[in-house]
């Protein structure tokens, strides 16, 4: 069995930050890739950023230079640094892991999402 945990959102002012955690747990073999997702009222869930086992990172245009993905291989823990928040990054954030699950006679790959973490920027 596999969980993903968020936390870390909040209410914050426009120009604020806020630091995003999800960690993995579980008999997980390897994890691939992690990233993380948004959806805002009435949006389609969208890519904020992704990041590798050997740390390739990707991320939407709308958040470049102001939001960093990273991750600590040893927790199974993946960060997003948001910087310059904008009322428009309002949206429950999803944490996403690509990995590689042992049933204890099986490898399954999957991905497994968080239950979410909603961020709220507004004065």
């Known amino acids: 069995q596999v969980q993903i945990v968020e936390s870390g959102g909040g209410l914050v002012q426009p120009g604020g930050s806020l630091r995003l955690s999800c960690a993995a747990s579980?008999?997980?073999?390897?994890?691939?890739?992690m990233g993380w997702y948004r959806q805002a009222p009435g949006e389609q869930r969208e890519l904020v950023a992704t990041?590798?086992?050997?740390?390739?990172?990707n991320y939407a245009d709308s958040v470049k230079g102001r939001f960093t993905i990273s991750r600590d291989n040893a927790k199974n823990t993946v960060y997003l640094q948001m910087n310059s928040l904008k009322p428009e990054d309002t949206a429950v954030y999803y944490c996403?892991?690509?990995?590689?699950?042992?049933?204890?006679?099986?490898?399954?790959?999957?991905?497994?999402w968080g239950q979410g973490t909603q961020v709220t920027v507004s004065s």
């Open positions: 990041i590798t086992s050997s740390s390739n990172t």
């Open positions: 996403n892991a690509d990995l590689l699950y042992y049933s204890g006679t099986l490898y399954t790959r999957s991905g497994y």
């Open positions: 579980g008999t997980i073999a390897s994890i691939y890739a």
